[in-house]
């Protein structure tokens, strides 16, 4: 790790302003994916520009429109356990307390959370290729042991997965990323704020130079009564996800009006196949239905040597975690499988 | 106050407040005016040579103090032996900054030292290394047929080499009723104690240093930098009273306590050298395994054939091994027998013993070979074992000290509930969870080697023990402690142990579980000239009540010595201190084990482990919901202490199955999960609930204290139970670790 | 006050050095460090308050975590310099004089540590999730301790000594 010059930045303009004036700038909040990185020296700065100081984006707040938003600065524990929180949006509580540990869900920030890098091995070794940390030199995941590695939207240039769990359930819940950059403010949806590796795998996401995020706005509908998040991993707690899934339901005289089915640890991004919910939508909720649906999800994907059990696994989690989520009283900690 | 005894007391570790209060010290921890930061530079080739390490940018930094690499370092000690110690295996230890050669991935090469941690740690990322590359092979699996036999050093005496072949293994192997032909691997792990690899060394002057390091042998370290760095053994002091978990990396010196000296030497100041998490995988491991077993049994479920083969993984410098295939002959006495240890060395660091070395590795392939026969011939797993239990060590053709492994199938079986298992595969459920019931037995050897240790009779009438002994966590202070009050027959806080310090008596390194019966053996023997010496010295007193007594007719018990006939008659050691001329009264004792009478029995520990499973049928989530383990070792000295030992071991066994495993990526020669977040070991959410028996074993053949040492023994049999009952709940046998759970669905 | 410093005076104008205020276990602290100084090498090189452990340096452990302004945190993956004005609470505040915190001597009962490298660590994480009150069950307190990794096994040992000081605690 280098040394570097450090700034707190009071208002998001400052902070902005600090990094357009130094583009070997990072902004840090919790700092708990950035530190880390920095001292493996995968990412360097010549200057952090503290955004903790901000006095705006620290809170969590209902809107006119019955939208909630998040301050972008709000840790993910505070986020979690926030009584709207719990009460209108229990799907993200439970996915961001499948996430990582207590401790770090008291240090890493809303905004952070969608800006993490990828745990693959290779990224992590600057003595291994990968276009993702330096562009052009391939990709060794590829022909690697690729256990932990992408199924879906993969392209010849990376397989790498996105961590988060906390994104699995916004992009289930359609969250709309709200920016602020030195060419104004605008808005991003989920969907589009993650990107896929296609040739340009060193971009994980479609926010700009200098821009930052400030805060995520929750749509109304927070699916309360029929929710499950489920994540399956290599041991029951503080490991990354091998397959999540995210389930939002609402049911209607024992039908499904509305579904949401977002995966995590599959892909480049969290993953929704909009067709797969098109398709549930007015069917009863069975095990059948659901297993129809997974089939939709899962279409396309591909296997490498060492992860191809992540097709049918997915498959079997997205049946398990619909099957939960008519039952969301039987959520385990660490989302474990129940039932 | 407890009664005496002390020994068999569950005592609380006595260094229990420094440790929750953090002010225990540990090897990285000792700030000195002054000190120098070094942070070590690795190879990120496998195999070639150095052309060219530009130090200049990263000397130019004010702050940054030297760089060593192999072009600058000292001139060091010139002959391999020099570079050995006490667990080197036979070859030529590897020699840090020797020469530009790299014989693997993460070879240290270079130490930058700086007047700050940071400082250090960034001008070590901004050497400029050029290499010549060249072709290697780390891969063991697709090498087994460089498969040769292992040189023969000092080493084979603790790990014996298999024994020759008996009877006609083909001939019976082809003739039996129920066959097992199977083949078992496991990977690569790290030892990955909690705390990081340090070493402070403060230069005193004169060629004089004193180093605090992480280590499992005071002695070892001393020598060996003695020995390399051409210091008289009395100049070198070696310190650590506190080490944070070591489970075996630290039974060698590693090579931060070399650039530690080394960089304290040249520079004549203080420098510490901390290793990252990252580079605590670039030294020693227990090595990958490939083991073949094929097991024949006739109509009576007797095993009438065994043969054990096994390839593990060494360096291309030393011949690291370890007993495998040994324990099948001595667990099931079969007369037909072809046991095979083979190395392949491999451009990789030499392994190193990781708790439980051989046997963890032997149970998993012996263990779970007996549960497939035992399911292929109908009989229950625990009648089966109990159907070839070994009465005599059929391979050495000669008794056991003892063995209560019997009572421990029996005593863990009922603690289990054993009898409520159902035969049939997949037979048991709770909801849409399969339940799973497996067993296996686990055993250990227990070794007794050389070691000293000094008793002092103090001023103030109490007891004061020393050794050079390391505690890595296992308890050594508290059991220790407890083994010299009995000595006297002083209460504990009148007994103190004095420990860790090259300084202090000869200890052996601490491992193999063999601590409680060297360095206690030692301690008992320091303790009975001791009490000779006070005997002597109660009889010389004036009107010594004692003139015509020996020692049958006196006890030493509160703080003194009375007489046996008339326990009234007393003198405490205060009045004969102060009658010898008021000064302390000092032995120092070496123990040596009587060869020739040990040799004539098999000695070890022994367990039985059973293990539930809850597997879910769809998704193949695994969770290990109960285990007890049943042991057998002997006299045990502190019940609270060796039962944390088995649990942990017991935690290991469950790791070993379940999730650790170093990878490898061939194509680099070289471990890509090289942290705690990718390299898998228990979280607290991974355990549930675990159960401790102790057996009762009496053994007076073992050592003095008839106790068998409970560092291994826990692990031993966890991770073969734990493949049994999940093929139990599903089905599958899966004979490769660890178990991942989506190849259950 | 003394400010606590360890900087070479020929590297000042590399190194950046800032001048920090902190409460450290309740006594003021001025410490002077580089922005690069984490809070853990801060704690451990600068205070010699070495009771806080450095396992991983990167997150994966839990052995670095002390309490900031009442939270359980990694000290390893914040800065010093971020913690300006902060209330760390370290292995070294937690008992009271020499009275020791109930769980400190729940951990020595139960025989919840063995090297001892991950325990303060483990306490401090405890105290903070006992503050949290979050956690409830056994399985609760399981994953929510689930941070702080301790590669003796003691596993079994260390929640039955959080389990018995938290129930101790709903009981008052």
């Known amino acids: 790790m280098n040394n570097f010059a450090y700034e707190q930045a009071e208002n998001i303009g400052k902070a902005v302003e600090f990094s357009s004036n130094n583009s070997a700038s990072k902004y840090i909040a919790g700092g708990t994916n950035l530190i880390d990185l920095l001292k493996y020296n995968i990412a360097t700065a010549e200057m952090l520009v503290d955004i903790n100081h901000i006095p705006e984006h620290k809170a969590i707040e209902e809107k006119s429109d019955g939208s909630l938003r998040l301050g972008a600065f709000v840790t993910n524990a505070d986020t979690a356990y926030h009584p709207q929180i719990e009460a209108r949006y229990p799907l993200l509580s439970k996915a961001i307390l499948a996430g990582a540990s207590a401790q770090i869900r008291n240090m890493a920030t809303n905004g952070g959370n969608l800006l993490q890098r990828t745990r693959c091995y290779f990224f992590y070794d600057p003595a291994t290729p990968c276009n993702k940390r330096e562009p052009g030199t391939g990709c060794s995941a590829i022909g690697g042991y690729n256990r932990i590695m992408a199924i879906l939207g993969t392209s010849e240039n990376c397989i790498a997965v996105f961590p988060s769990d906390m994104c699995v359930a916004l992009a289930a819940l359609e969250a709309v990323v709200n920016i602020s950059g030195t060419e104004g403010d605008r808005s991003l949806e989920f969907a589009d704020f993650h990107r896929l590796p296609g040739d340009t795998p060193h971009l994980d996401n479609n926010l700009k130079e200098g821009e930052i995020i400030t805060s995520i706005d929750l749509p109304e509908k927070g699916f309360d009564k029929n929710y499950s998040y489920l994540k399956l991993r290599d041991r029951s707690s503080y490991a990354f996800a091998l397959v999540s899934v995210a389930t939002g339901l609402e049911l209607e005289n024992n039908l499904i009006k509305e579904v949401r089915i977002a995966l995590g640890g599959l892909a480049h991004k969290p993953w929704r196949v909009k067709e797969a919910e098109d398709f549930l939508k007015d069917k009863e909720p069975s095990m059948e239905n659901f297993a129809s649906a997974a089939e939709m999800i899962l279409r396309g994907a591909i296997g490498f040597e060492h992860n191809s059990f992540k097709i049918e696994l997915a498959k079997r989690a997205i049946v398990r975690n619909c099957m939960m989520a008519l039952n969301p009283e039987s959520q385990q900690p660490g989302a474990q499988p129940s039932l | 106050m407890i009664d005496q005894p002390q020994i068999g007391q569950p005592i609380s570790r006595l260094e229990g407040r ?517 005997l002597k010295k109660a009889r010389e007193m004036d009107n010594s009540p004692f003139k015509n007594a020996d020692d049958n007719d006196i006890s030493f018990e509160r703080g003194g010595i009375s007489l046996n006939s008339n326990p009234a008659v007393m003198v405490f050691f205060k009045e004969i201190i102060a009658a010898s001329g008021n000064k302390e009264i000092k032995t120092t004792n070496m123990s040596v084990p009587n060869v020739f009478k040990l040799k004539k029995y098999t000695r070890a520990a022994h367990s039985a482990a059973f293990v539930e499973v809850e597997i879910d049928e769809e998704l193949g989530t695994i969770q290990v919901t109960r285990a007890v383990t049943a042991v057998a070792a002997g006299n045990i000295i502190n019940p609270k202490t060796a039962r944390s030992q088995i649990l942990g071991g017991m935690v290991w066994g469950i790791s070993k199955a379940l999730y650790e495993e170093t990878i490898s990526d061939h194509r680099f020669g070289k471990y890509m999960n090289q942290n705690l977040a990718e390299y898998h070991i228990p979280v607290h959410a991974d355990i549930h609930e675990l159960d401790v028996i102790f057996v009762e074993e009496k053994d007076e053949i073992v050592n003095e204290l008839g106790s068998k040492g409970v560092g291994e023994i826990g692990l031993v049999a966890m991770a073969p139970a734990i493949a049994n009952a999940i093929f139990h709940a599903t089905g599958k046998r899966i004979n490769h670790l660890p178990i991942h759970f989506d190849e259950l669905i | 006050m003394e400010t606590i410093t360890n900087h070479p005076k020929s590297a000042r104008n590399v190194l950046q050095p800032r001048v920090l205020s902190l409460r450290v276990n309740g006594a003021p602290k001025i410490l002077e460090v580089s922005p690069w100084v984490s809070l853990l090498d801060g704690l451990r090189e600068y205070l010699d308050l070495t009771g806080t452990k450095k396992g991983c340096d990167h997150g994966q452990c839990g052995a670095c975590t002390v309490i900031c302004d009442g939270k359980r945190i990694l000290s390893c993956l914040t800065l010093a310099v971020m913690k300006n004005g902060s209330e760390i609470t370290t292995i070294e505040g937690i008992s009271n004089g020499a009275e020791l915190h109930p769980l400190q001597k729940a951990f020595i009962e139960h025989d919840a540590f063995q090297c001892g490298y991950c325990t303060p660590g483990q306490i401090c994480s405890a105290i903070g999730m006992i503050e949290e009150n979050k956690a409830h069950t056994r399985t609760e307190v399981k994953d929510s301790m689930s941070g702080n990794l301790c590669r003796c096994g003691a596993n079994t040992n260390i929640i039955d000594a959080i389990m018995e000081v938290k129930e101790a605690k709903n009981h008052e």
Request: proline residues 5%; hydrophobic residues 35%; neutral net charge.
């Open chain 2, 18 to 534: 420094a440790k929750v209060t953090g002010t225990a010290k540990y090897a990285g921890e000792y700030n000195v005016d002054g000190l120098l930061y070094g942070y070590v530079v690795n190879s990120t080739i496998t195999k070639g040579k150095i052309t060219q390490i530009d130090t200049s940018a990263a000397k130019e930094i004010e702050g940054v103090i030297e760089v060593f690499t192999h072009e600058n370092r000292p001139s060091l000690a010139w002959f391999d032996m020099q570079y050995s110690d006490m667990d080197a295996p036979p070859g030529s230890p590897f020699r840090p900054l020797q020469n530009a050669e790299i014989k693997y991935n993460g070879q240290p090469i270079a130490l930058v030292v700086a007047e700050t941690f940071e400082l250090a740690r960034y001008a070590a990322s901004i050497l400029k290394v050029s290499y010549e590359e060249e072709s290697f092979a780390t891969d063991l699996y697709q090498n087994q047929d460089k498969g040769r036999d292992p040189k023969v050093g000092m080493a084979t005496f603790l790990k014996p080499l298999p024994p020759k072949p008996k009877g006609d293994f083909e001939k019976e192997y082809a003739a039996s009723v129920a066959q097992v032909s199977a083949e078992y691997v496991h990977g690569t792990e790290h030892h990955n104690p909690m705390e990081l690899f340090a070493t402070t060394t403060i230069y005193e002057g004169d060629g004089k240093v004193t180093i605090y390091d992480k280590t499992q042998g005071t002695v070892n370290c001393q020598l060996y930098v003695g020995n390399i760095f051409g210091l008289h053994f009395k100049n070198v002091r070696v310190i650590s009273p506190y080490v944070g978990g070591a489970f075996g990396s630290g039974l060698r010196p590693q090579y931060q306590l070399f650039m530690s000296v080394m960089a304290a030497l040249e520079l004549k100041r203080a420098v510490r050298v901390t290793l990252d998490r990252h580079q605590m995988y670039t030294f020693g491991h227990r090595p990958p395994t490939v083991q073949q077993l094929n097991f024949g049994a006739d109509e009576n479920g007797v095993v009438n054939a065994i043969k054990h083969t096994a390839i593990a993984e060494t360096s291309q410098h030393e011949d690291y091994t370890e007993v495998v295939v040994n324990w099948s002959n001595i667990l099931y006495p079969a007369k037909n027998t072809k046991l095979e240890y083979q190395l392949v060395p491999l451009d990789v660091y030499s392994p190193l013993d990781m708790r439980a070395p051989g046997g963890s590795t032997a149970s998993h392939a012996i263990e779970s070979t007996m549960d497939a026969l035992a399911f292929k011939l109908s009989i229950d797993p625990v009648q089966f074992r109990l159907i070839n239990y070994a009465d005599m060590d059929v391979a050495e053709n000669r008794p056991f000290s003892s063995k209560e492994l019997k009572q421990c199938y029996i005593q863990g079986a009922e603690r289990f509930g054993w009898s409520k298992r159902n035969p049939e595969l997949r037979s048991m459920r709770r909801g849409n969870k399969l339940i799973g019931y497996g067993m296996a037995t686990g055993f250990w050897e227990s070794m007794t080697i050389p070691a000293r240790a000094e008793a002092v009779l103090t001023k103030e009438g109490k007891l004061r023990v020393s050794s050079a002994v390391t505690d890595i966590g296992t308890g050594t202070l508290t059991v220790m402690t407890q083994i010299a009050a009995d000595e006297l027959g002083l209460p504990l806080e009148d007994v103190q142990f004095n420990y860790g310090d090259s300084k202090m008596p000869f200890a052996p390194i601490q491992g193999g579980s063999f601590t409680v019966s060297t360095v206690g053996s030692a301690i008992k023997s320091a303790g009975k000239a001791l009490r000779k010496k006070i």
